[in-house]
């Protein structure tokens, strides 16, 4: 007997089982024996398969006995059942059935054939004549609604499913139905009956070459469109509001919310899981240079593995003897039939492993999400609780408000040499101190970010200490949307005086698995894996203990210790010796949540730095319990999606919450395919929402401290109303510009275009251009010449591309050289002194159009942008225009060509290779032109005192914003105060504070 997944289905071909029997049958054609019998998961116990010598008993297996809908399948193409004689089979089966096949019959004479040339509607040879139907899981009244697809999102589902429409019945997206679902078995192991582990591998390569069906979707099938449901869509947002009215009496505002959010957040989490590629392929070009492994994968035009595949997806290789796991980097297509990808290997991978003997198989790790968001999770919140006042205020209630006070407490954020907050970035640490539910810090590029986070940690902290005795019901949260930005927090956490981190435990959170895929730079000493060694060996050596340990939690850090080889057992003492010598203790792979259990218990931290999806996992282990939180921050809150927000809210509904960012820079990141109201509901824009429409308390940090003042002004036109204020001078934005005049064209404007006239090229669905990879590299050894005892290191360059292509290609380019490559998107949060922005295209699209796109592009460097890309496309594009037109006005153009003959002319004589530079520059630059300079910002500095210590531009106390004047949003016209800054030039204190530049900026 053969037990088969019904995995695709004609509705107008009769013999449809015929071609999946062949296609298992056909495999025996090399001695394979029931090569694809599969496990399946029990839906009562998700994690528990079934046994093997069930499988064996294929009566026991399917029940048929007591199954009403078991079907037989005749040469005739009928079924049998109980209750109709006479039915046909064709329709009656849902993509997903699982189904014992008992009997065969040969339909023709069986010839020899390749398997691997073998089609889908090629001739059939078996046929089934008798099945039966494993018991379905089936569920009733399930809401849904349309995608623009043709699937359907379904309510507390994270999979989308299929629509059984055989009356073409018109389906609308934006509406919500009802229907029966029919949702399959999942299929979680492949195993042979006839074959070892060892062949394993060799066997996957070989199935990967025949046509593979995607896993089945549920079936909805029985359905109608319900009214209520689709008013309390349409309703929405003012679902809380008084004014609202409602025709059906069911729907009321928290129903209405419910449905909303619960259908949005199936939404989002149904097309992120579409994007998951289940296949296991082989890999093929293996080649390793330290943790650094490049491969290639097919990319077959059936089922590409081109937009499933991509950067930062987190891979699994099955070697011969064991698994190692990888994160990509990047993605190349050179040729359509093939991925070439580069991945960074886990750091525990043994530097032996050469990845040249055997067969190797790759395959994607899937994400561990759990379902947060069910039905009834409004009900779960208190009636007074922070999260039931905001998540009400966020769909039409009373908006939270907060009576400002005119006078602002100043704060200093507690470095070895004290540095004193603008009173904008005081506003949002007063505010936050206040206790309110909720507080938006509204923080454009470069306002000291970070650093007003990292002091509203230490107030808060300050404060909660004096009350001992609660402190550990007190603890706060940073959450960030990326590792890299919560290595910034990190960083300038360990900026505060020592005395003060004695008293202040922080960690930051990643699981030992994720962090050792992480490269270098992306580590810190206060990382969980680093800090659990630290604590466990000072446990283990007796200098700290506690009586809330158990055996269990003492067991689990001696394997610890003893796994990582951080401590032997000779020098143990104390309750460790004592452990370690008892009869009951045994030598096993440490389990995560003891180990997890012991570290809160010994280092007690009261704040934890993790990223919103880490946060998951250090949920589910128990540690860090709902009420002991007491504060929640989230970095970079504008690129939040709304079902993620609405989940912490649920998870933690006692915490104040400040969210802090930037509504004019990348929203939240939404896949093709979720749009209208799904979308709005699911990713939304939460931030935005609650700006525009003054939900919540706000606080506006004006200050720029990161770029050149011009950029700083030029931005703030386009962008922010002229509402932003240069926390700087051009002095100490133009070092680069000064001592490189060998390079730069003009020393008063920071934005410089090389205009490429060099069309991009397809590459998959992305772009991709060579002669910009060459720019890249030219401008590269250009800018990291040394010239007059002036120097810039590659480390303070980044390159910059919109296109993922690109990017890849750039970062194979300039891989070893210690710059950094990005899209737009990955860069936000990020600076460098010098930014390259390659625009590829000649034509500018109009995803490079976008406001916030370019906004986070321009506001990357501190001291320089150059542009790479075509002027006429770009002169004849939104936004850009404005920016050519300047960087034209100062004679700021130069033409690629000219780039290039510097280059090929370069002498080792430096004097002489600067002085034809500098003359082909401005021989070759645009001559356009001069018009009207705007005012110089120094020329209005003239009323400000300085402090001739630290070089420190102070606003005399007469020129301060009253308080009432600054805390409108983004709604106030822009301020007469100078363009300059009372808190210390970062990049010019750097001696006298000792603190790195980085620390500062975010």
């Given at each position: 007997?053969?037990?088969?997944?019904?995995?695709?289905?004609?509705?107008?071909?009769?013999?449809c089982?015929?071609?999946?029997?062949?296609?298992?049958?056909?495999?025996?054609?090399?001695?394979?024996?029931?090569?694809l019998?599969?496990f399946?998961?029990?839906?009562?116990?998700?994690?528990?398969?079934?046994?093997?010598e069930e499988l064996?008993?294929?009566?026991?297996?399917?029940?048929?006995?007591t199954h009403?809908?078991?079907?037989?399948?005749?040469?005739?193409?009928?079924?049998?059942?109980?209750?109709?004689?006479?039915?046909s089979?064709?329709?009656?089966?849902?993509?997903g059935?699982?189904?014992?096949?008992?009997?065969l019959?040969?339909?023709?004479?069986?010839k020899?054939?390749?398997?691997?040339?073998?089609?889908i509607?090629g001739?059939?040879?078996?046929?089934?004549?008798?099945?039966?139907?494993?018991?379905r899981?089936?569920?009733?009244?399930?809401?849904?609604?349309m995608?623009s697809?043709?699937?359907?999102?379904?309510?507390?589902?994270?999979?989308?499913?299929?629509?059984?429409?055989?009356?073409?019945?018109?389906?609308?997206?934006?509406?919500?139905?009802?229907g029966t679902?029919?949702?399959p078995?999942?299929?979680?192991?492949?195993?042979?009956?006839?074959?070892?582990?060892?062949?394993?591998?060799?066997?996957?390569?070989k199935?990967?070459?025949?046509h593979?069906?995607?896993?089945?979707?549920?079936?909805?099938?029985?359905?109608?469109?319900?009214?209520?449901?689709?008013?309390?869509?349409?309703?929405?947002?003012?679902?809380?509001?008084?004014?609202?009215?409602?025709?059906?009496?069911?729907?009321?505002?928290?129903?209405i919310?419910?449905?909303?959010?619960?259908m949005g957040?199936?939404?989002?989490?149904?097309?992120?899981?579409?994007r998951?590629?289940?296949?296991?392929?082989?890999m093929?070009n293996?080649?390793?240079?330290?943790?650094?492994?490049?491969?290639?994968i097919?990319?077959?035009?059936?089922?590409?593995?081109?937009?499933?595949?991509l950067?930062n997806?987190?891979?699994?290789?099955d070697?011969p003897?064991?698994?190692?796991m990888?994160?990509?980097e990047t993605?190349?297509?050179?040729?359509?039939?093939k991925?070439?990808?580069?991945?960074?290997?886990?750091?525990?991978?043994?530097?032996?492993?050469?990845?040249d003997?055997?067969?190797?198989?790759?395959?994607?790790?899937?994400?561990?999400e759990?379902?947060?968001?069910?039905?009834?999770?409004?009900?779960?919140?208190?009636?007074?609780?922070?999260?039931?006042?905001?998540?009400?205020?966020?769909?039409?209630?009373?908006?939270?408000?907060?009576?400002?006070?005119?006078?602002?407490?100043?704060y200093?954020?507690?470095?070895?040499v004290?540095?004193?907050?603008?009173?904008?970035?005081?506003?949002?640490?007063?505010?936050?101190?206040?206790?309110i539910?909720i507080?938006?810090?509204?923080?454009?590029?470069g306002?000291?970010?970070?650093?007003?986070?990292?002091?509203?940690?230490v107030?808060i902290?300050?404060?909660?200490?004096?009350?001992?005795?609660?402190?550990?019901y007190?603890?706060?949260l940073?959450?960030?949307?990326s590792?890299?930005?919560?290595?910034n927090?990190v960083?300038?956490?360990?900026?505060i005086?020592?005395?003060?981190?004695?008293?202040?435990?922080?960690?930051r959170?990643?699981?030992?698995?994720?962090?050792?895929?992480?490269?270098?730079?992306?580590?810190?000493?206060?990382?969980?894996?680093?800090?659990?060694?630290?604590?466990?060996?000072?446990?283990a050596?007796?200098?700290k203990?506690?009586?809330?340990?158990s055996?269990?939690?003492?067991?689990?850090?001696?394997?610890?210790?003893?796994?990582?080889?951080?401590?032997?057992?000779?020098?143990?003492?104390?309750?460790a010796?004592?452990?370690?010598?008892?009869?009951?203790?045994?030598?096993?792979?440490?389990?995560v949540?003891?180990?997890?259990?012991?570290?809160?218990?010994?280092?007690?931290?009261?704040l934890?730095?993790t990223?919103?999806d880490?946060?998951?996992?250090?949920l589910?282990s128990e540690?860090?319990?709902?009420?002991?939180?007491?504060?929640?921050?989230?970095d970079?809150?504008?690129q939040?999606?709304?079902?993620?927000?609405?989940?912490?809210?649920?998870?933690?509904?006692?915490?104040?919450?400040?969210?802090?960012?930037?509504i004019?820079?990348?929203?939240?990141?939404?896949?093709?395919?979720?749009?209208?109201k799904?979308?709005d509901y699911?990713?939304?824009?939460?931030?935005?929402?609650?700006?525009?429409?003054?939900?919540f308390?706000?606080?506006?940090?004006?200050?720029?401290?990161?770029?050149?003042?011009?950029?700083t002004?030029?931005?703030s036109?386009?962008?922010?109303?002229r509402?932003?204020?240069?926390?700087v001078?051009?002095?100490?934005?133009?070092?680069?510009?000064?001592?490189?005049?060998?390079?730069?064209?003009?020393?008063?404007?920071?934005?410089?275009?090389?205009?490429?006239?060099e069309?991009?090229?397809?590459?998959?669905?992305?772009?991709?251009?060579?002669?910009?990879?060459?720019?890249?590299?030219?401008?590269?050894?250009?800018?990291?010449?040394?010239?007059?005892?002036?120097?810039?290191q590659?480390?303070?360059?980044g390159?910059?591309?919109?296109?993922?292509?690109?990017?890849?290609?750039?970062?194979?380019?300039?891989?070893?050289?210690?710059?950094k490559?990005?899209?737009?998107?990955a860069?936000?949060?990020?600076?460098?002194?010098i930014?390259?922005?390659c625009c590829?295209?000649a034509?500018?699209?109009q995803?490079?159009q976008?406001?916030?796109?370019?906004?986070?592009?321009?506001?990357?460097?501190?001291?320089?942008?150059?542009?790479?890309?075509?002027?006429?496309?770009?002169?004849?594009?939104?936004?850009?225009s404005?920016?050519?037109?300047?960087a034209?006005r100062?004679?700021?153009v130069?033409?690629?060509?000219?780039?290039?003959?510097?280059?090929?002319?370069?002498?080792?004589?430096?004097?002489?290779?600067?002085?034809?530079?500098?003359?082909?520059?401005?021989?070759?630059?645009s001559?356009?032109?001069?018009?009207?300079?705007k005012?110089?910002?120094?020329?209005?500095i003239?009323?400000?005192?300085?402090?001739?210590?630290?070089?420190?531009?102070?606003?005399?106390?007469?020129?301060?914003?009253?308080?009432n004047?600054?805390?409108?949003?983004?709604?106030?016209?822009?301020?007469?105060?100078?363009?300059?800054?009372?808190?210390?030039?970062?990049?010019?204190?750097?001696?006298?504070?000792?603190?790195?530049?980085?620390?500062?900026?975010?």
């Amino acid at each position: 007997s053969l037990l088969l997944n019904f995995s695709h289905f004609h509705s107008n071909s009769s013999p449809c089982f015929d071609r999946i029997i062949k296609y298992y049958l056909n495999l025996r054609s090399w001695n394979v024996k029931n090569v694809l019998t599969e496990f399946y998961a029990d839906p009562g116990e998700p994690e528990v398969c079934k046994k093997k010598e069930e499988l064996s008993d294929l009566q026991r297996l399917l029940r048929a006995d007591t199954h009403e809908g078991a079907l037989r399948f005749a040469e005739e193409s009928l079924t049998v059942t109980k209750s109709n004689e006479i039915t046909s089979i064709v329709g009656k089966l849902f993509l997903g059935d699982i189904i014992g096949v008992t009997g065969l019959a040969r339909l023709t004479e069986f010839k020899e054939f390749d398997v691997f040339q073998a089609k889908i509607d090629g001739q059939c040879i078996w046929m089934a004549t008798n099945i039966q139907v494993y018991p379905r899981k089936i569920l009733q009244d399930v809401p849904f609604s349309m995608l623009s697809n043709g699937t359907a999102v379904v309510k507390d589902h994270t999979e989308v499913m299929n629509v059984v429409n055989s009356e073409s019945l018109p389906l609308e997206p934006g509406k919500l139905y009802t229907g029966t679902a029919f949702v399959p078995e999942k299929i979680f192991r492949h195993f042979t009956i006839d074959h070892s582990r060892s062949q394993k591998n060799a066997i996957t390569a070989k199935c990967s070459k025949i046509h593979q069906y995607p896993i089945a979707l549920g079936s909805i099938f029985n359905f109608e469109e319900s009214p209520r449901l689709t008013e309390a869509f349409n309703i929405g947002v003012k679902a809380f509001s008084s004014y609202q009215r409602v025709i059906h009496v069911e729907n009321t505002p928290n129903e209405i919310m419910e449905t909303c959010v619960l259908m949005g957040y199936a939404a989002a989490n149904s097309i992120n899981n579409g994007r998951f590629d289940c296949r296991a392929l082989p890999m093929e070009n293996i080649s390793r240079k330290g943790l650094i492994l490049k491969f290639s994968i097919e990319n077959p035009p059936e089922n590409p593995t081109e937009g499933k595949w991509l950067v930062n997806c987190r891979i699994k290789i099955d070697c011969p003897l064991t698994n190692v796991m990888a994160i990509i980097e990047t993605i190349v297509i050179t040729d359509p039939r093939k991925l070439w990808i580069t991945a960074r290997l886990s750091s525990n991978v043994p530097n032996n492993n050469k990845f040249d003997r055997g067969i190797h198989i790759v395959s994607q790790q899937e994400s561990q999400e759990n379902q947060v968001l069910r039905t009834g999770f409004f009900h779960k919140t208190g009636l007074n609780e922070n999260g039931r006042r905001i998540l009400e205020a966020l769909y039409g209630g009373r908006p939270i408000t907060h009576n400002y006070p005119t006078r602002t407490r100043s704060y200093d954020f507690r470095s070895e040499v004290p540095i004193a907050l603008n009173q904008y970035q005081c506003d949002y640490v007063d505010m936050m101190m206040e206790n309110i539910p909720i507080v938006v810090g509204c923080s454009p590029f470069g306002c000291g970010k970070s650093m007003t986070i990292v002091t509203t940690a230490v107030e808060i902290h300050k404060n909660t200490a004096e009350e001992n005795l609660l402190r550990k019901y007190n603890k706060q949260l940073m959450l960030t949307q990326s590792n890299y930005a919560s290595v910034n927090l990190v960083e300038i956490s360990k900026k505060i005086r020592p005395e003060i981190l004695s008293d202040l435990k922080f960690v930051r959170y990643i699981s030992e698995k994720n962090w050792k895929e992480l490269s270098d730079d992306c580590k810190t000493e206060y990382d969980l894996p680093k800090l659990m060694e630290k604590v466990f060996k000072s446990w283990a050596l007796g200098e700290k203990t506690s009586e809330l340990l158990s055996f269990p939690h003492m067991e689990n850090m001696i394997n610890f210790l003893l796994d990582g080889e951080f401590l032997f057992p000779e020098y143990f003492t104390g309750a460790a010796f004592c452990t370690f010598k008892f009869p009951r203790f045994q030598k096993r792979y440490p389990s995560v949540r003891f180990l997890l259990e012991a570290f809160f218990i010994l280092y007690e931290p009261d704040l934890v730095i993790t990223t919103i999806d880490s946060l998951q996992a250090l949920l589910k282990s128990e540690v860090l319990l709902p009420h002991s939180v007491q504060t929640i921050q989230i970095d970079e809150a504008s690129q939040v999606p709304e079902y993620t927000f609405i989940s912490l809210l649920t998870l933690f509904p006692n915490a104040s919450y400040g969210l802090i960012g930037d509504i004019q820079q990348l929203p939240p990141y939404c896949e093709t395919g979720l749009d209208g109201k799904l979308k709005d509901y699911g990713i939304g824009n939460t931030m935005e929402r609650a700006v525009i429409s003054n939900m919540f308390p706000q606080a506006m940090l004006r200050e720029v401290y990161r770029c050149h003042p011009r950029v700083t002004h030029l931005l703030s036109d386009l962008f922010y109303e002229r509402r932003l204020i240069p926390g700087v001078t051009e002095d100490q934005r133009n070092e680069f510009l000064r001592k490189r005049q060998d390079f730069w064209p003009v020393s008063q404007f920071p934005v410089m275009i090389v205009n490429n006239k060099e069309k991009g090229m397809r590459m998959g669905t992305s772009c991709q251009n060579n002669s910009e990879k060459e720019l890249v590299k030219t401008l590269l050894n250009r800018l990291t010449e040394e010239h007059n005892g002036y120097q810039l290191q590659p480390s303070d360059i980044g390159v910059i591309s919109f296109y993922a292509a690109q990017t890849s290609i750039l970062t194979e380019a300039l891989r070893g050289k210690k710059v950094k490559c990005g899209t737009v998107d990955a860069f936000q949060g990020s600076e460098r002194e010098i930014i390259i922005l390659c625009c590829t295209n000649a034509k500018i699209s109009q995803f490079m159009q976008m406001s916030n796109r370019i906004n986070v592009a321009m506001s990357r460097a501190k001291q320089a942008t150059i542009i790479i890309g075509n002027v006429d496309g770009l002169r004849d594009a939104k936004y850009w225009s404005d920016i050519v037109r300047e960087a034209e006005r100062e004679k700021c153009v130069i033409q690629a060509e000219s780039l290039r003959d510097i280059q090929s002319r370069s002498q080792p004589n430096r004097t002489t290779s600067q002085r034809q530079s500098a003359s082909e520059y401005h021989n070759n630059r645009s001559q356009v032109p001069r018009g009207r300079k705007k005012p110089d910002i120094l020329k209005q500095i003239s009323a400000l005192t300085v402090s001739e210590s630290l070089d420190v531009v102070q606003i005399p106390s007469s020129q301060r914003i009253p308080r009432n004047e600054r805390n409108r949003g983004y709604h106030n016209n822009r301020t007469k105060v100078p363009k300059v800054s009372n808190q210390a030039n970062i990049s010019d204190e750097m001696n006298v504070l000792n603190i790195s530049a980085s620390f500062f900026f975010d």
